[in-house]
C-alpha cells in the first residue's frame, strides 16, 4: 500500500496553533484526501519467438535421385562449395589426413518426399559415411559445414523439424522433409560420391550415386 505524507507549511502551522489556544483545542478531525491516489502500471508482454518454418524446396542443383520401397522419392542438391579451414581429422595408417585444411567441402541438401499413400515413418533417418570414393578414400562428413548449410536455409538434421522428444517421425502422404550437410570431396581425386540413405523402419536402404562436376 502506498503511504501518504502530508506536509503542513510554517503559515499554516502557526494559523492551526493560534485557533487551538483560542478555543480550547478544537476539532482534531483528520483531513481526508478526496481522490485517492491511482499508480498506472503498464505490463509489456514478451515478444515471442517464432521457429523458422521448414524449406519446403531447395535452391540448387539436382544431383542425384532414388527411391525407396516405401514410395520415398530422395532428391539430392548442390547448394555450394567450400574450403575447409581445419584438417579433417581422418588419419589413414601412413599417417596422413585424407582432407587437410583447404579441402573442397560440397554442401548437400536432401529432400525427401512420401509419394505413397499412408504415413511413412522417417525416423532416425541418416546417411552412411562409410562408403568408398573411387579414389579408395572413405566419404566423411565435414561437421564444421553445418554452419553453411543453416546459413543457406536449411536445417542440418530432422530433429530441428520433429524434436528431440518425438519418438516417431511421421511423413504423410504428399510432404516433404528437407535438410543438408557437408562432405569432403577432393573434386580431382575422388569422383563419384555414393551415399546411403537409411531409416529403423526401412525395409532397404536408398542409394544415391552422385557425380560432382
Known sequence: MLKRTLSITGVSLVVLLSLTACFGGGNNDEVKPTQEPTTTEQTQAPEETEAPAAPTEVDGELVGSATTAEGLKIDVYSVGEQKSTEDSGYVYEDGTDGYPAGSDVELLVYSITNTGTADVDIYGVSTATSKYYASGYYAYNDFDAADAVEAAGYPTDLYDIYGFDAETWPLAPGDTVIYG????????????LTVEFSAIGWADDAEVVITFK
Not at 550437410?181 to 563419384?192: F, L, N, Q
Open 181 to 192: 550437410e557437408g562432405w569432403y570431396h577432393d573434386s580431382v581425386r575422388d569422383g563419384d
